[in-house]
């Protein structure tokens, strides 16, 4: 079975190995690119990746599910998104537009296969 659409591994495939394990190839993230519409926000203390997917995101359904896309977006990616954000810290946010129509988009992952 597939990823679901807008799943941080929609870009990975599920191989099988000799005994039938099933593993995850390796999803290749979009990273930072810049675009007209990319916004830059400054860390409040007790911001998160998750709050600020949901603030940023918010038209789409379970937008804080898309906490990855941030990470992914900076130019030196967030490895490890259970660390506590840096009050201060400067972070690119995709717009929803980027999001959707190109991360997100059909065309990237067929690209990716």
């Known amino acids: 079975m597939a990823p679901h659409a807008g799943s941080r591994y929609s870009f990975s495939l599920g191989l099988r190995d000799e005994a039938g394990h099933l593993f995850l190839s390796e999803r290749v993230p979009y990273g930072f690119q810049p675009h007209a519409d990319t916004r830059i926000h400054l860390v ?45 810290r400067r972070l690119f946010i995709p717009s929803l537009r980027v999001l959707t129509d190109v991360i997100l988009s059909e065309q990237r992952r067929r690209a990716s296969e």
């Open 44 to 88: 409040a203390q007790g911001d998160s990746l998750w709050g600020l997917a949901g603030r940023y995101f918010a038209p789409l359904p379970r937008a804080c599910g898309f906490w990855w896309a941030i990470a992914d977006y900076q130019p030196e990616p967030i490895i490890d998104a259970t660390l506590e954000l840096e009050a201060g």
